[in-house]
């Protein structure tokens, strides 16, 4: 395999993985700024900003692989393997951060305790004619997927005051810092 090859691969990759998790991000942090806007204003759009940046290290690690281009002598595969290394160290972690991110804005999918497994059957009544018959508005099937996906309504939102604002945006900046180190190794391994 060629060192060039190996150059572009790892360049496309650290744009196309950075941007993922950047977009993945910033999709939660979209969500999140809608529901919050009332509570927080323009504070809270920080969240999109913050995820916008993971691209950026993406982007800066791709511009440094494709000016590798430029040089007199062919790129070789020692070379080539540590520059797509690179693209894929600086990709991943921004993959990884972005949905740490993600996750973290995410609202929970499940309040209070689970429902009985299998549900209950449900109560049946004689409609009083004396032959039987449930009164059962669907002739008495039960269908317990049906009963399963029912899911209780989602809580109401919690205003968010000045300390937990604080607190999420320290944990939005230490989940970027996973980016953020994924960068500097990829330098690292592009300068050497």
Do not use: W
């Not at 809608?34 to 800066?60: D, P, T």
């Not at 790129?75 to 080539?80: L, Q, Y």
């Not at 609202?107 to 689970?114: D, E, I, N, S, T």
Request: aromatic share 8%; hydrophobic share 45%.
């Amino acid at each position: 395999m060629s060192g060039e090859l190996l150059n572009a691969i790892g360049a496309s990759s650290a744009v196309f993985l950075a941007s993922a998790g950047s977009a993945y991000a910033s999709a939660h942090s979209g969500r999140f700024a809608l529901r919050a806007h009332r509570n927080l204003g323009l504070k809270s759009l920080v969240f999109i900003i913050i995820s916008g940046v993971l691209a950026i290290y993406g982007l800066i690690v791709g511009v440094l692989l494709v000016q590798k281009f430029e040089g007199v002598e062919p790129i070789s595969d020692s070379e080539g393997c540590r520059y797509l290394a690179a693209g894929l160290l600086v990709g991943f972690a921004c993959l990884c951060s972005g949905i740490g991110m993600g996750l973290f804005l995410q609202p929970p999918r499940h309040h209070g305790p689970l429902p009985p497994f299998p549900p209950p059957p449900p109560a049946t009544a004689s409609n009083g004619g004396g032959d039987g018959e449930e009164s059962a508005g669907n002739g008495g099937i039960t269908e317990p997927l049906l009963f399963m996906m029912r899911s209780p309504p989602p809580p109401p939102p919690v205003p968010i005051d000045g300390k937990g604002f604080v607190t999420m945006v320290l944990v939005f900046i230490f989940l970027e810092a996973i980016g953020l180190y994924g960068l500097i190794v990829a330098l690292f391994a592009i300068g050497k």
